[in-house]
């Protein structure tokens, strides 16, 4: 039995299911994120940043007013 979910896909009028990958597929769209491709995209970078995303968090971060931050582990 297919369900048909009203706009599902608009723009083409084709179901998003099942998965283009297999029926246990779990990445979906990143499944077209290949080496080759990740090559591609960094052979373009001419100049660039590094930004550290990643933040230290503990009882001493500031937080808006009536609020706290604890982490138990």
């Known amino acids: 039995m297919t369900h048909r979910v009203e706009g599902a896909n608009a723009s083409t009028g084709k179901d998003w299911w099942p998965s283009p990958f297999g029926e246990e597929d779990?990445?979906?769209m990143l499944n077209h994120?290949?080496?080759e491709r990740r090559r591609a995209a960094l052979a373009?970078?001419?100049e660039g940043r590094?930004?550290?995303l990643g933040r230290?968090?503990?009882e001493?971060?500031?937080v808006?007013?009536?609020r706290h931050f604890?982490?138990?582990l």
């Open 26 to 28: 779990q990445l979906g």
């Open 33 to 35: 994120i290949t080496e």
């Open 44 to 46: 373009t970078v001419r």
């Open 50 to 52: 590094l930004y550290d």
């Open 56 to 58: 230290v968090l503990d």
């Open 60 to 62: 001493q971060v500031p």
């Open 64 to 66: 808006f007013p009536g």
């Open 70 to 72: 604890r982490q138990r």
